[in-house]
């Protein structure tokens, strides 16, 4: 039963984490596009089914990778936890694996959509830049965002560590 609630628990924490890092991806993703003036192009040339397919992408790749990079993370003793030497590479690597995970779902949506819209000639000659090239700098993109959504993460569970095991603020 114990058991039962600690997997629970920690699958409630991946999921949050996972939200909260396709979420800052998405805030930062329509800050850059704001501030280079890319914004309302962009949007009135996307149609809500393709954003709402990209949004659902992304969570599902950031979720899926988060639960991954965060396996054996989150132990009732710290100390059984799995050290910090394992859990950077692991989440470098998972984040580089979800940049090219989303890259693919990218292009997959891409191209459903151009075929719904008759623009299916442009999309032969991009697909080929776009699994080659594209794929390297998603996997580049991918790492430093996991290296610092890693540690995002570990401070936030530090701090909630150290807050609840304060026994001097509980009344």
Known sequence: MAESAIRERNQLVVFALGTFHAAGLIVALVLALYAAGGLAPLLSSLSTIAGLALFSALWLTTVWSTHRTLRGAFTVAPWTAVPLGIMIPRAAWRGGINGVAFLACLGLILVISSAFNGDIGVVGFGALIFATVGAAFAFVIGLV???????????????????????????
């Open 145 to 171: 965002l996991g290296l610092l959504f890693a540690c995002v993460d570990l401070a936030l569970v530090t701090a909630t560590r150290a807050i609840v095991n304060n026994e001097e603020s509980r009344p």
